[in-house]
């Protein structure tokens, strides 16, 4: 089945997922659909899973939230397709591994130097008060953001290496991009990925 | 432990709510798999205003959301011994990671004091601060994205 000359097709890597054990009888693998992933033993990719909680013994609250969710959501007009997205004013990027205790300050210091900071979000974890890990910072213009992300991601700040990235995306992302990564996992006993 | 989850399967959602005399009233949030965000805020109160938005977040985002699931240890909790929905409220959190699949639900919490006298105080303080932590990062991510103020 496996065709060596589309290795790098997506074919071949839906295949790869289906591999995963236990789930023979789960006809779906790939992209768990909303549906599989709520509607606990149902079948789907769930079957497998090990399942914990009084939501799973109640059907009317399930129909009301499958109504809930059907409804139309708005989105900002977007083209779809991958690459980061504007958001109404400015561009948005994450920075994670943020010191638990790293003030507003320590951010504008660093992240100022590639544009005005727009908007700068530090929340705190509400159990201890301390920075959560993560902020948001919002930039003007695309070029801004671009260069925080490129000059910053993988870099010290306070002791800690933080990672900057895009906070919004055009569309969807494939999983097996987020799979390239770390090539080991349980399916890597699949001979098709080395092609 | 984070680290070797990084690429399995990943969703929540979390709903909040009640119906009284202005109708069903109430806020919930969805991350999916493919890095859907989904939020919705239905309040009916002096105006009915309905707030349905969704945007999709970069796999960076996604994985800070789960790492933030990861360190609450939540998915060792139970809800056997929490207090169970009622006509205050209802608040529901559903979470896929890896081979988990929870889907807890319980009344609405006032203050920590309703944490500490019900049966099962730890869990439901897990529960509790998991769930606003959760909710300040999509707050953050909505009104950045969209300009809006959440609440």
């Known amino acids: ?195 | 432990m984070g680290e070797m989850a990084e690429n399995d399967e990943f969703y929540l959602r979390y709903y909040v709510g009640h119906k009284g005399k202005f109708g069903h009233e109430f806020l919930e949030f969805e991350f999916r798999p493919d890095g859907k965000l989904r939020y919705a805020n239905n309040s009916n109160y002096k105006n009915d205003t309905m707030i349905r938005k969704e945007v999709f977040l970069t796999p960076s985002v996604l994985k800070e959301c789960r790492r933030i699931v990861a360190d609450s240890e939540i998915m060792k909790e139970d809800d056997n011994n929490w207090p169970e929905p009622d006509r205050v409220g209802r608040q529901e959190l559903e979470i896929v990671m890896g081979n988990e699949h929870i889907s807890f639900t319980t009344s609405k919490i006032g203050s920590l004091m309703d944490v500490q006298t019900s049966n099962d105080p730890e869990g439901l303080r897990i529960f509790y601060y998991l769930v606003q932590d959760l909710k300040c990062f999509v707050f953050s991510l909505i009104s950045l994205h969209f300009k809006i103020k959440p609440i």
């Not at chain 1, 054990?21 to 779906?28: G, I, K, L, Q």
């Not at chain 1, 727009?118 to 695309?142: C, P, Q, T, W």
């Not at chain 1, 969807?172 to 001979?191: E, L, Q």
């Open chain 1, 1 to 195: 089945m496996a065709n060596p000359e589309e290795a790098v097709d997506f074919e071949p890597e839906e295949d790869d997922l289906m591999d995963e054990d236990v789930d023979a009888s789960s006809p779906r693998a790939p992209m768990p659909k909303l549906k599989s992933a709520i509607t606990g033993g149902g079948g789907g990719s769930s079957a497998s899973k090990k399942i914990k909680g009084r939501g799973f013994r109640e059907e009317t609250a399930e129909a009301e939230r499958n109504a809930r969710l059907s409804a139309r959501f708005d989105s900002l007009d977007s083209e779809g397709g991958p690459g980061p997205e504007r958001s109404i004013e400015g561009w948005i990027i994450l920075v994670t591994g943020v010191n638990e205790e790293a003030h507003e300050d320590d951010l504008h210091n660093t992240f100022g130097e590639f544009g005005e900071i727009k908007n700068l979000h530090l929340n705190l974890d509400r159990r201890s008060g301390f920075v959560k890990g993560y902020a948001l910072i919002e930039y003007e213009n695309f070029e801004e953001a671009e260069r925080a992300i490129s000059e910053m991601d993988g870099n010290e700040l306070l002791t800690q290496t933080i990672h900057v990235d895009w906070a919004f995306s055009k569309g969807p992302f494939r999983r097996r991009n987020v799979r390239r990564r770390s090539p080991r996992s349980h399916r890597s006993r699949s001979p098709r990925r080395r092609f």
